[in-house]
Nanobody
Framework: QVQLVESGGGLVQAGGSLRLSCAAF????????MAWYRQVPGKQRELVAT???????HSADSLEGRFTISRDNAKNTVYLQMNSLKPEDTAVYYC????????????????WGQGTQVTVSS
């Protein structure tokens, strides 16, 4: 079993920055990709950014380059640096990862974190 533990959310003024972290714990052989999603009440969860095992990244075009995803493979951790935050960035941010495990059995599964609230005030 694998757990994703997020941290770094909070309240920030428009124009400010936050860095989210998500660490994966448990039976991990390899992490194929890690990603950040966000969701506001009444709307679908939307993809923010992804990073693959080769460190290639993709970010949503709507973010206009304000967010940067990165990872520390040694720590099984993914980060989301968010700059020039806007009130419309207010959402619960979720970490997502596809993990390959060998113990107690070989499997590939997708996991979600519990979510961390980001609130941007105007």
């Amino acid at each position: 079993q694998v757990q994703l533990v997020e941290s770094g959310g909070g309240l920030v003024q428009a124009g400010g920055s936050l860095r989210l972290s998500c660490a994966a714990f448990g039976s991990i052989f390899s992490i194929n990709y890690m990603a950040w999603y966000r969701q506001v009440p009444g709307k679908q969860r939307e993809l923010v950014a992804t990073i693959l095992s080769d460190d290639s990244t993709h970010s949503a075009d709507s973010l206009e380059g304000r967010f940067t995803i990165s990872r520390d493979n040694a720590k099984n951790t993914v980060y989301l640096q968010m700059n020039s935050l806007k009130p419309e960035d207010t959402a619960v941010y979720y970490c997502n990862a596809e993990v390959s495990s060998k113990v107690p059995e070989s499997r590939v599964a997708v996991y979600w974190g519990q979510g961390t609230q980001v609130t941007v005030s105007s």
